[in-house]
Nanobody, 125 residues
Framework: QVQLVESGGGLGEAGGSLRLSCAASGRTFSNLDMGWFRQAPGKERTFVSTITRSGNTYYADSAKGRFTISRDNAKSTVYLQMNSLKAEDTAVYYC???????????????????WGQGTQVTVSS
């Protein structure tokens, strides 16, 4: 089992920045692929970014150039630095972990076996 706890959400201003954190426990963190997804009000949950156990990173088009995913294996934590925030970034952000080297695509929810409870990000325009 992997437990994931997100933090860092809250209210941000358009053009501003927020940094989300996700602390993992229960498995060796360096063996996990980690992802961020988000769910806006009334919409389905969508992929934001992934960082693999080897450090490869992937981003949704909406996140490219504005968001940066990183990981600190010593702290068992993955981060999502969000810059140039837009109102459309408003969503609940979820951290996810893949512990079994799933062959599913990095942007697919099915790749990830474990999910955090989510953290609300609200961007005011």
């Amino acid at each position: 089992q992997v437990q994931l706890v997100e933090s860092g959400g809250g209210l941000g201003e358009a053009g501003g920045s927020l940094r989300l954190s996700c602390a993992a426990s229960g498995r060796t963190f360096s063996n996990l692929d980690m992802g961020w997804f988000r769910q806006a009000p009334g919409k389905e949950r969508t992929f934001v970014s992934t960082i693999t156990r080897s450090g490869n990173t992937y981003y949704a088009d909406s996140a490219k150039g504005r968001f940066t995913i990183s990981r600190d294996n010593a702290k068992s934590t993955v981060y999502l630095q969000m810059n140039s925030l837009k109102a459309e970034d408003t969503a609940v952000y979820y951290c996810a972990a893949d512990a079994v080297l799933s062959r599913d695509r990095y942007y697919s929810e099915s790749k990830y076996e474990y999910w955090g409870q989510g953290t609300q990000v609200t961007v005011s325009s």
